[in-house]
């Protein structure tokens, strides 16, 4: 089993801040998952990547693939971007094994 | 394009009850995935679909079952519900190009919120 730990657990910014959350896992993998859960429970994907880096808006998520860890970074924080960010990698194929996930706040 | 749809959103039932949740993907995606979320496992795989074959099912008892149609819609049966049963309900879809559903972006569903009592 493809285990995965993702750091911080919580984690509080000012609007404005540059924030980063980091995601390992044990096995080699051929693409890794960052995903958004919002209060109420809707989960986005954000990001599917299995090499260097992608950019979306304000999101940036890079991977390195040999020391088996992802970063999702954040620009700019705003309010709007307090949810739960949770990473998530293949096991078996079929299955997505996930992280615990990152309890991101940002205040005003 | 509409997105995946669950139905019912809320469910409230008693210990010993049997419960069918529902998943209606996205047109054209044809592997479902479900999956469990508790405050205190996280997100846990259930089983992943694909033209109505469960290719892989996680490490859940046997009281979790699943279906899937030809139409690709999807549905989850627990049966002699517990207590621990309570947990949000997910689905996702994909179009699973690669052959391979966790190598496919997926998109979820809004889940059913199962409460056992």
């Known amino acids: 089993k493809n285990e995965v730990e993702q750091s911080p657990q919580n984690l509080t910014a000012q609007e404005g801040e540059f924030i980063t959350i980091n995601c390992s896992y044990s096995?080699?993998?051929?693409?890794l998952h960052w995903l958004q859960q919002h209060p109420g429970g809707g989960i986005v994907s954000l990001f599917m990547l299995s090499s260097g880096k992608k950019k979306h808006g304000r999101l940036i998520a890079t991977i390195n693939i040999q020391e088996k860890h992802s970063s999702l970074h954040i620009t700019a924080s705003h309010p709007r971007d307090s949810a739960v960010y949770i990473c998530a990698v293949p096991n078996s194929g079929y299955a997505l094994n996930f992280g615990k996930g990152t309890s991101l706040l940002v205040t005003p | 394009k509409a997105g995946v749809t669950q139905t019912p959103r809320y469910l409230i039932k008693t210990r010993g009850q049997q419960v069918t949740l529902s998943c209606s993907p996205i047109?054209?995606?044809?592997?479902v995935s479900w999956y469990q979320q508790t405050p205190g496992q996280g997100l846990q795989f259930l089983f992943e679909?694909?033209?109505?074959?469960?290719?892989n099912k996680g490490n859940f008892p046997g009281r979790f079952s699943g279906r899937q149609f030809s139409n690709s819609r999807s549905e989850m049966n627990v049966s002699t519900l517990e207590l621990g049963d309570s947990a949000l309900y997910l689905c996702a879809s994909s179009l699973d190009r690669f052959g391979i559903a966790g190598l496919n972006e997926q998109f979820f569903g809004p889940g059913t919120r199962l409460t056992v009592l």
């Open positions: 679909y694909f033209s109505e074959t469960q290719r």
């Open positions: 096995v080699g993998i051929s693409a």
């Open positions: 047109s054209g995606h044809r592997s």
